[in-house]
Each structure stands twice: as C-alpha cells, then as structure tokens.
C-alpha cells in the first residue's frame, strides 16, 4: 500500500473517532437543553376567532392567521403522497433523519463548500417550526436532528405528519393545507383536484417564489415537479398525471367564505371577545355563536339600505364620484384601471359613464360589463340644493351627467340598473325576541366599511314621538285610563329652564280642544303630552321609565320629556319597548348565544332570564323568571292604544302588512332631525332610525312615518311571513265599557255615537255624561249643539 494512501487513511480515521468523540460530547451537552415533546401532544394552533350565526352560517372571521386544523383522517391519502413527494418520500422509512439526505447536502458541501437545505426532513421540519429558529448553523441543525429523533421516539408517524400539515406556512398568511385550500382555491380541502393538491405541496420549499397568484408560471413550474415525483413514486398512474399536468392554473385568493355579511353585529362580538380574552381571542380558536337570525338579518339589511336610498331619490342628485377623460382610441382596460381604485360601497356597483342617449346611459362597470340605465332609473335625478329643496325634474340624461363621469349605479331588480349614490344620512334598524332579549337583527349603517359607526348600539339620539308611550304608560299606571281628558289647547311656559318662555305646538300647528288620550297618542298631540306629564309629574315618569332599561341621567327633568328629548340608542329604545309586548317584564339584550373554545369546549352559554306570563319559572334554557316591572293590565291597554296608531294614526302605512297585532309608535324630533318607527306583536319588536349623524335635518316632511317606518315594513314583512298573529291575551281585571267620546264618561242608554273603550276595572267610569247644556260648547268644535267635557287640564 502507498504510503500516501496509508497516511490519508490513518488520519481519516483518527478524524472519524475524533468527530466521534465531539459528536457524543455534544450530545451530552445539548440534549439536556432540548424542550420536551410532550407539548406537542396538545398543540393549539393559532386559529382565528369566527362568529356564526344561531344556524350556523360563518358571519365573520378575526385573526391574522388563516388555520383549519384538520385531523389526520380527515386529510385525503392524495394530499399525504403529495406531500411526500415533494418534501420527504421516505418519511415512513426513515426514523426521523434521513442519512441519505444528510450525505448528499455533506457531499454538496465539500464540492460547492456552501451549506444547504438539504436533508431536511418532515419531522425536522416540525422540530425546527414547533421549537427551533430557521437560522442556518450547524448548531442549530445538530439540535434539529436530536429534537427529531427524540419526537419520533414519542410521537407516531401519523401524529407527526399531522401536526406538520397542519402548521406549514404556505403564503398568503394561510397555515396548514386545510386553510391553504380556501385561501387559494376557495374550496374545501377533500373537494380540491390532483393539480390543485399538487400545487399546494409545492409551496413550503419557498411560498412567496412559487406562489401561484404571485407568479403563476413559477408555481407551474413547481406544481409539475410535484406531479412528476408523484408519478415515478407510483403514487398516481400515468394517465392522473397527463389529466392534472395540463390543468391551467386556476388559483386566486379568497377570503373567508361569508355566509352572511353582517359586519356591524360581527364587530360587536369581536370588541366583546377582545375585552374578555385579550390578543388570544385571535390566536386560540375560538367560535362564537350568535343569536342572530340569518334571514331577518339580511331583510334587516336590505330593507334599511333600500330606505335610505329611497331617501336620497326624494332629495335630489349631488354629482358624480369623478371625472375621466376618454376618447374613443381609449382602450378599455386603461378607463378600468382608473376606476378600479373607487370601493363598492354597500349594494352600489362602481361604472363610468360610457354613452349618453336621449333618455339612457350606457355604463361601463369596474368589472368590464357594459349595463344600460334607461330613464326610469334615471329621471328621479334632479339637481340637489339642499335637504329641503331641489332643482326641475330633468327632461333628459344630458340634464344630469355627462360622458366620463364616474358613478354609482344600483342593481333595483335583475339586469334593471339605476342612477344612485352613497345616501347622507345615517340608518339603524334593531329587532328583539321580547320573550328573551335576544337580538334577532341588526345593522348600525349602510355600509359598516364605508363607516364603521354602529348607529344601533351607539347613536344616542333625541326619540321624540316614540317616547310618549312611557309617559302614557306612567299615566295608566297612576289611575289615568285611555279616555281621560286633557285640553289639547296652546301652552306657554315662562322661564321654564329651556328658554326665556317655551311655546310648544303640535306638528300640525293646529290644536284640537279636548281629547281623549287614546285619540291624543293616535296623533301624536304634543300639547296633550306636555299637560299629561305635567299632571302625572316629571320625577315619577322618570322613575317610572327607568323600569323599562332608560338611564335617569338622560331623562331631562323638565316637560320636554313628553316630547321625547331624551337621549336613547335604537337598542335601548327596543329594550324599552320588549316590556310592552310581552305584558310588563324586563328583558335584557344579548346577542351572544355561546362561546366554544379552540378544543370545542363550551366556555359560555346564555342563560337569559324569561318574560313568562302563566308560569313560576323559566322553561330549559337554565334562565330565570325576567322581573315584572310594570303590570299586564296597564301593557295591554297602551298595546290597545299604540295598535290604534297603526290603524287610523301616524302609523297608518303599516296597514299594508295586512295584521291586526301590529302597535307601535312613530317620533320625529325638532326640524326633522331624527326620524324613528318603533314597533312590535307579541314575538317581535324592531325599531327603525333614520338621521344625519351631525344631527341637521333631514328635510322637509321625513317624519318617522315617511323615514323610518318604511324600513320597519320592510323588515316586518319578512319577519312575520308565515307566522300566526301574537298579542298579549286580555288579563284579569281589565274591563270593557261604552262611553261618550266627547266626555270619556259612561255613554247614556241611547247614545249613538257611544264607542267602546278598556279600562282597568279599579279605574272604569262609573258617572254617566252630563246632560246636554245648550250653553255650553266644546272649543274649536263645529258642533255647537255638544256639551263640553271636563277637562282635567
């Protein structure tokens, strides 16, 4: 033997006893500092919190990680040998090192003399994303091998690709394949094609360089990398392979499948998490279970969306978004790129003017689609001035925009599109299950990313008109009844803490003598709620109406109370009126059903107390008796009277829903600042707002009849669809009587304009009416032969 060759092969193996020697040295050093694998047992991945509605439909999902952790079984053998294929065929063979991966990264190393990926195996890729950083050293990857011997000591090859398919980045903040496959593909990950599969397993090698929106012909590139090793590996036949190589790239980005888009309750749900869980209600997976109705969300949604549209129509036309110039050489795409950057905002699609005809407009939406406007959605565009007054109708679409001008057009019906734009003012719409509190609907806005103001739950607001049931409930309950008296006449107050004097008038401006409170809340009389609460006494109704959920402190004590200066949100006003429609018990809003955590444990469940009428305690739910705070006798008969606003009063539009268990009261505040409806049966309350939220006025004549009933219609239409009539049933101690509508006394034997009328049995009238006295005359009547009632005011 030469003894060149002798020397070489003494010192190599003086080498190998001495890297021996060092290895065993470094193990004894290093692996009493490795972590235990048995956290790996319990891994709780960062998975985003998501809100479904009470069926189930996903409502909307937080968190900056996009995971769907899927178990071992519920991962198709096609995704697995995908994997494989592209990361570590041997995996099932090896036991958690591959030597063989390991000398050829070596053997590279003392060709090239530069350190590689190479020898990376799945289980050390788990050891290096569960515990280790992506630093290259020899240190580091030395700590790599032992973890991965260790974790395939304790760990099953089943458990191990698991945890890896689960956790891998794979772009686009997507962790783990089950995630990758909506994120990209928009789909589950069991109904994802052979080339789709192998596209994904093609992205931990690098997820941004083969992403396949990013670079789609790189991603190719790679996905067919994965498809060829699939095919040598024999894990697809020849034929699989022809059929997914030729399968374009058909990837985009998704976001998370909505079911139902209700970003104002979605909101609501993700403040309250955060405040109770901290940063870990993004990261620990938890579910939130609504008590929102899917469909009477989206009723709720559409019905104040049309309203408010409705609205702007009424009002006039302010102009286009923007203006592009273009000629005919223009191409298309460049015309798409500039309108691209306007949002869509809330059921408004983006376009541009394309075409200006006589009566018609072609538009050319951000999508490339070219829609015609014709004149009926057209016409109503008449210059806006301001909100009490607009320009001449136009005559023709070149009165009203011009080629170029970038708008908003609506989709009012399939393929029938209309001239519209972002409405000014601001809407709310709440609807209650009375029984419970829980909230069935609810929207703050037109659009919450166009403002993100939730006007339901935090627009405090005068009610106006819509309070004075609760004046008139704290009447009844005093001893007053629906047909006391009171002087609908002018009143004056001097220094009455408002101003110098106050001079109240009825929103007609005419005043209608003596009526009866039944007939004054009807229509709305302003001058009869004034004296009423100035008889039953401001510092009672306070208190009175603090039973229903109002805050004393934003009860103003003084008369302005009747009129409903309060300051109340939709949510409370709802609140305030689930008393009334399920016959005096307080109930609390909630709209959290329960909370399940990241192990499908239930952390929270409501136990909301119940308004129960012919019971002692609640029904299952584990809820107790709701308090009684007002009587069944005096909730019936302000029921009575407020179903009396919907027959023949300022709540008379809402006779098309064609019911007789509809009340409810309308409220208009001072120059038409706040337009409310607030209604009810005996299932549901919803109240409906509409304003502008720097409280100027919303015009001439949008009253809460015109405003904001049409959205509590709306709603209520589809609410009560195929539902039987629900109203509170007569109770005990509640009378019927025949009296004279003049007087509100007992009619006379032969009367015959004598009416019926309810009456608390301890409060029935028992004095007949007076005999006629020629002399005297009820003011302002036409009828100069009736007696004058007494007044009590």
Not at 212 to 217: N, R, S
Not at 472 to 490: M, R
Not at 538 to 562: C, H, M, N, W
Request: charged fraction near 20%; proline fraction near 6%.
């Amino acid at each position: 033997m030469p003894k060149l060759l002798r020397r070489l092969i003494i010192s190599l193996a003086a080498l190998s006893v001495f890297g021996l020697a060092a290895l065993v040295a470094a193990y004894f050093y290093v692996a009493p500092q490795l972590p235990s694998v048995e956290v790996l047992r319990d891994v709780r991945f960062q998975v985003p919190l998501q809100v479904y509605t009470s069926s189930g439909q996903l409502l909307a999902e937080y968190g900056t990680k996009k995971r769907d952790p899927l178990k071992y079984e519920q991962i198709p053998k096609s995704v697995i040998n995908a994997f494989l294929a592209a990361e570590d065929d041997r995996f099932f063979e090896h036991p958690g090192v591959d030597y063989h991966g390991l000398l050829r990264a070596a053997g590279l190393l003392v060709v090239t003399g530069e350190k590689s990926q190479g020898g990376s195996t799945i289980t050390m890729q788990v050891a290096r994303n569960f515990f280790l950083s992506s630093e290259k050293t020899f240190l580091r990857k030395f700590n790599e091998i032992l973890l991965s011997l260790k974790i395939e000591s304790e760990l099953s090859k089943e458990q191990i690709l698991a945890l890896y398919l689960n956790q891998i980045y794979l772009g686009n903040r997507a962790y783990g394949v089950g995630s990758a496959a909506q994120v990209y593909y928009g789909r589950p990950l069991d109904q994802l094609n052979l080339a789709e599969i192998a596209m994904i397993a093609g992205l931990p090698k690098a997820p941004s360089r083969y992403n396949p929106v990013a670079d789609p012909k790189r991603a190719q590139l790679r996905r067919d990398y994965v498809l060829n090793r699939m095919l040598k590996l024999g894990f697809i036949t020849q034929a699989e392979h022809d059929k997914a190589i030729v399968e374009p790239v058909s990837a985009k980005l998704y976001q998370a499948t909505i079911d139902l888009q209700a970003p104002y309750v979605g909101e609501m749900v993700r403040s309250y998490i955060y405040e109770k869980y901290g940063e870990n209600a993004y990261t620990d997976g938890y579910k939130v279970y609504v008590t929102i109705d899917a469909h009477l969300q989206q009723a709720a949604q559409e019905s104040l969306r049309q309203a408010l549209l409705d609205y702007d129509r009424r009002h006039g036309y302010r102009g286009p978004i923007s203006h592009i110039k273009f000629t005919a050489a223009t191409a298309v795409a460049d015309i798409l790129e500039q309108i691209d950057p306007v949002p869509e905002v809330g059921n408004l699609k983006v376009a541009m003017v394309y075409k200006v005809k006589e009566q018609e407009i072609v538009a050319l939406r951000a999508n490339g689609e070219q829609v015609q406007v014709p004149w009926q959605g057209l016409s109503w565009a008449a210059r806006y001035i301001n909100s009490r007054s607009i320009g001449a109708a136009p005559k023709s679409a070149s009165d009203i925009i011009k080629s170029g001008d970038v708008i908003y057009i609506q989709e009012r019906s399939p393929q029938q599109w209309a001239l519209a734009q972002i409405p000014e003012p601001g809407a709310a719409i709440v609807s209650l299950n009375p029984h419970d509190g829980s909230v069935l609907a609810l929207s703050g806005g037109f659009d919450f990313f166009h403002t993100k103001f939730n006007r339901a739950t935090q627009a405090k607001r005068q009610p106006g008109s819509s309070f004075k049931p609760f004046v008139y409930a704290a009447a009844l309950e005093q001893g007053f009844t629906a047909a006391s008296i009171i002087n609908d006449a002018p009143v004056v107050f001097e220094n009455s803490g408002l101003e110098s004097s106050w001079r109240p008038e009825n929103y007609s401006g005419e005043i209608y003598g003596p009526t009866r409170l039944r007939e004054a809340l009807t229509h709305s009389r302003n001058l009869v709620s004034i004296r009423l609460l100035q008889a039953v006494g401001v510092g009672y109704t306070i208190d009175f109406a603090t039973k229903f959920g109002f805050e004393p402190t934003r009860l103003p004590r003084d008369l302005s109370l009747s009129l409903g200066t309060a300051s109340v949100t939709p949510m409370e006003l709802a609140a305030g009126y689930t008393v009334f429609a399920n016959g005096g018990f307080r109930v609390t809003p909630h709209f959290i059903n329960k909370i399940v955590d990241g192990n499908g444990k239930t952390v929270f469940k409501a136990h909301p107390a119940i308004a129960c009428l012919e019971c002692d305690m609640a029904d299952e739910t584990g809820g107790s008796r709701a308090p009684r705070v007002v009587s069944e006798q005096v909730t019936y008969i302000a029921t009575s009277m407020m179903q009396d606003v919907i027959r023949y009063g300022t709540g008379r539009r809402a006779l098309q829903l064609g019911r007789s268990d509809l009340a409810g009261k309308t409220g208009t505040t001072n120059d038409q600042r706040d337009a409310w409806f607030a209604g009810y049966n005996g299932d549901i309350v919803t109240v409906s707002w509409v304003g502008l939220d720097d409280a100027k006025s919303l015009g001439s004549d949008e009253t809460g009849g015109k405003a904001a009933l049409p959205i509590w219609i709306d709603y209520m239409r589809v609410a009560l669809k195929g539902r039987p009539e629900a109203t509170q049933p007569q109770p005990s101690g509640i009378v019927t009587v025949k009296i004279d509508p003049r007087t509100g006394l007992l009619a006379n034997a032969d009367q015959g304009d004598a009416i019926f009328e309810i009456f608390r049995s301890d409060t029935a009238p028992e004095e007949r009416a007076p005999d006629i006295d020629e002399s005297i005359t009820a003011p302002h009547s036409s009828d100069g032969d009736k007696p004058a009632p007494q007044l009590l005011f």
